[in-house]
């Protein structure tokens, strides 16, 4: 049994750098500053799934080189999350069918909206094809074998999913984990977490509150994602930190 989830992008929604700051973290050379939009792959005996699909999903999946996806899970519907799902085409063209879907079905009527014509009763041609799976929270799902546990997460007052795998679970964009879903990660042997900076913020965890969490769900090792160019330099605030928590970088495979 092999499975491995790699943090494809690691950046809250305009990535670090921004475009235009000139600030110490935005021009660093320093690869682990580097940020693209949160994403990540999770493996398990060759089943490839996509968490997210962001404006940075081609630059990912070429660096990673992924020449094969079975699914896309979604976890929300804001921007830096679905923005690039017209990058499955090569997937449609080379597999030779649409891609299986899994999201809220709230997520669905915002992904019609931006993506009309995908949802077309007659698309052209060359646009993305796509398979809808709704799917709702702690109702288990299975994807070519791989169990799956969608997890309620609060992102400010927006209700999001998080998924629980086997020996990882993955909460990005949280700003309150509610019981239920504490209780289904608690010692999780994997976690990634996100954590944008260090100020509070209304729909995110900063750096405290979310240290603060991994207390109580009380993980093997914790990752950390979402971050903001506030957050600081890599090689500042890595030592700040507990030692089973790591700030993700992007490309960092985890095997779990
Ligand atoms: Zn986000
Ligand atoms: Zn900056
Ligand atoms: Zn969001």
Redesign the pocket.
Known sequence: MSRQLMLLGTGTSQG???IG???E??VSTDPADKRLRTSALYSENGVNILIDVGPDTRQQLLRAGISHLDAIILTHEHNDHIIGLDEIRPFNHRQKKAMPIYALKRVFDELSKRFNYVFDPEPYPGAPKIEVHEIKPYERFEIKGVSIMPLLIMHGDLPILGFRFENISYITDAKIIPTKSLELVKNTPHLVLNALHHVPHNMHLNLIEALDLVKVINPGKTYLTHMS?KMGLSKVIQPQLPDDVELGRDGLLIIC
């Open positions: 670090v750098p921004i700051c000139d600030c973290i935005c160019h």
